[in-house]
């Protein structure tokens, strides 16, 4: 079998005085994701999608939150190590694919940057990262802007 699937979810608190970082990229608004690294919550679905791929376990198993060492971490650095780790088992990336869910702000203007930065630290394609945006329609928590939650699956191969 060359072919495996993971998929990852994560959600990060939106609060006050904390940038709001998605797949690399600042965006601006009043609000920014709570976290011990930067909380780029998007990047972080994509690497547990990636590890899920291949039964290696989640993030936190990686990086773990209590570790002083990741404190304020830029999350595109702990991609590249978690794609060093997949292409040192013999895979790589077929294609990825998201959804951003977050009530404010609008996502989709900075979809472009996201897949771009993202195809850069991963050394991809643009085209083969997907990335989309919702609302939850203003239900539960995120819907509340209390929070912003990602959806990814990864498909790795290996010839
Ligand atoms: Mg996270």
Same mark, same amino acid.
């Given at each position: 079998?060359?072919?495996?699937?993971g998929?990852g979810?994560?959600? @990060?608190?939106?609060?006050?005085?904390?940038?709001?970082?998605?797949?690399?990229?600042?965006?601006?608004? @009043?609000?920014?994701l709570?976290?011990?690294?930067?909380?780029?919550?998007?990047?972080?679905?994509?690497?547990?999608a990636m590890?899920?791929a291949?039964?290696?376990g989640?993030?936190?198993h990686?990086f773990?939150p209590?570790?002083?060492?990741w404190?304020?971490?830029?999350?595109?650095k702990?991609?590249?190590?978690?794609?060093?780790?997949v292409q040192?088992?013999?895979?790589?990336?077929?294609?990825?694919d998201?959804v951003?869910?977050?009530?404010?702000?609008?996502i989709k203007p900075?979809?472009?940057a996201?897949?771009?930065?993202?195809?850069?630290t991963l050394?991809?394609?643009?085209?083969?990262i997907?990335?989309?945006?919702?609302t939850?329609?203003?239900?539960?928590?995120v819907?509340?802007?209390e929070g912003i939650?990602?959806?990814?699956?990864?498909l790795?191969t290996?010839?």
């Open positions: 079998m060359n072919l495996r699937i998929n979810y994560d959600i @990060h608190q939106l609060v006050s005085d904390r940038p709001l970082i998605l797949g690399g990229v600042q965006i601006p608004h @009043h609000l920014g709570l976290g011990h690294s930067d909380a780029d919550v998007l990047t972080h679905a994509i690497m547990d590890l899920g291949l039964s290696l989640d993030i936190g990686y773990p209590t570790d002083p060492q404190k304020g971490a830029d999350s595109l702990l991609l590249e190590q978690v794609n060093q780790l040192s088992k013999g895979w790589q990336i077929g294609n990825l998201s951003i869910v977050a009530e404010r702000p609008k900075h979809i472009p996201m897949r771009d930065r993202l195809a850069q050394q991809l394609d643009p085209e083969l997907g990335i989309k945006a919702t939850n329609e203003k239900m539960d928590a819907g509340r802007e939650a990602v959806y990814a699956v990864a790795l290996r010839s």
